[in-house]
């Protein structure tokens, strides 16, 4: 009777760790942030299906590796100083994302926001690192495209100002009417050196077209 009762607890166990650990894989594979995990020597231990998907790497091809292919090469050495110095402690509290760049598979690059914490395990002992990646290639072109139309508000009230017309404007700037006429209506941003030939015509401080004032 005691054999009995004894596999009784232990199919329990085994059940109740076998849901769990199904409850866990379930929630990993249905969030759509990126996960890995990385040990102590800086090699990648683990990886979620959303982190697979947003590098467009497998798994597999990311397990083990220190250098990851999703640094792009002009920036690698720079992101293999900055994991050594997490390795080594210095890495800033869970809640203080960074910002970075990653490259897919497929060469395109992409911003991305990391949050990174010890990795703690049940015996308290630090084992590596997690981190938490959030793709912001979104909020990062709706900020481009707020930052393209405020600039063009900016310059469209600096011309009303003067009473430049901006045909007027065009043809001081060597421009065509079409070219500026694109850019005051925001289809097309302004580049810096636009904007710096059209600060030096209107006489003003190019801080002016970003909303910078210095009186």
């Known amino acids: 009777a005691v054999l009995v009762r004894d596999n009784r607890r232990r199919l329990r166990a085994e059940r109740d760790l076998g849901d769990a650990l199904a409850f866990r894989k379930a929630m990993e594979?249905?969030?759509?942030?990126?996960?890995?995990?990385?040990?102590?020597?800086?090699?990648?231990?683990?990886?979620?299906?959303?982190?697979?998907?947003?590098?467009?790497?497998?798994?597999?091809?990311?397990l083990g590796l220190s250098i990851a292919p999703y640094w792009p090469?002009?920036?690698?050495?720079?992101?293999?100083?900055?994991?050594?110095?997490?390795?080594?402690?210095?890495?800033?509290?869970?809640?203080?994302?960074?910002?970075?760049?990653?490259?897919?598979?497929?060469?395109?690059?992409?911003?991305?926001?990391?949050?990174?914490?010890?990795?703690?395990?049940?015996?308290?002992?630090?084992?590596?690192?997690?981190?938490?990646?959030?793709?912001?290639?979104?909020?990062?072109?709706m900020e481009e495209i707020s930052l393209k139309r405020y600039v063009a508000d900016e310059v469209r009230t600096?011309?009303?100002r003067r009473r430049i017309s901006a045909s007027k404007a065009a043809q001081a700037l060597g421009w065509s009417q079409a070219y500026l006429s694109r850019r005051l209506t925001g289809v097309t941003a302004f580049d810096l050196d636009d904007l710096e030939a059209i600060a030096l015509y209107l006489e003003e401080p190019i801080g002016r077209f970003f909303g910078m004032r210095d009186d």
């Not at 020597?41 to 299906?49: A, C, E, H, K, L």
Request: proline residues 7%; glycine residues 8%.
């Open 29 to 62: 594979d249905s969030l759509v942030t990126g996960l890995r995990a990385r040990d102590l020597q800086g090699r990648i231990s683990y990886v979620n299906p959303a982190f697979c998907s947003m590098v467009g790497f497998t798994a597999e091809e990311l």
């Open 73 to 141: 090469p002009e920036r690698a050495e720079i992101y293999a100083r900055r994991r050594d110095s997490r390795l080594s402690g210095n890495a800033p509290p869970p809640r203080e994302g960074h910002e970075s760049i990653f490259m897919r598979k497929d060469g395109t690059r992409f911003p991305v926001l990391i949050f990174e914490a010890p990795l703690i395990n049940a015996q308290g002992q630090h084992t590596g690192w997690t981190s938490a990646f959030i793709d912001i290639s979104e909020q990062k072109r």
């Open 158 to 160: 600096a011309l009303s």
